[in-house]
């Protein structure tokens, strides 16, 4: 009889201890931590929103850099190219000028010679 007295009572016993803790908890406790947990949460998306937004701020200024640097070069390269152009334009100029005076010389050079000709006949004639 002890013993079918004593087993209810021992199971009686673990049941209440195994339920007091769960009803021995808080539920603003649960709650509490519940509350804690969800706000670490955010709080570890929100600074992973942060680096990406940073990461992104830093990509985002390095493209406008290179962009400006890139419209820059350009700028120069044109002006570079203009130039050019302005100075092989003036060498054809040169150029001709050059001609045009070889071409007045040689026919300067021609009339001298047939003037000296013409001279040295007269000369020849008296």
Known sequence: MKIRTIIPVFSLIAAML???ESFGQDPLDLKTRENARADSIRRIDQNLQNQ???KDKYRMDNAKDAS?????????A?????DATDASDQ???ALKQEK????TRSKANQQAKKASDARDKS????
């Open 52 to 54: 990406q937004q940073s």
């Open 91 to 93: 060498s054809k100029k």
């Open 68 to 76: 400006k640097e890139t419209k820059a070069k350009a700028k120069e």
């Open 100 to 103: 045009k005076a070889q071409r």
């Open 123 to 126: 000369d020849n004639n008296n």
């Open 78 to 82: 044109k002006r570079v190219g203009r």
């Open 18 to 20: 195994l339920s007091f």
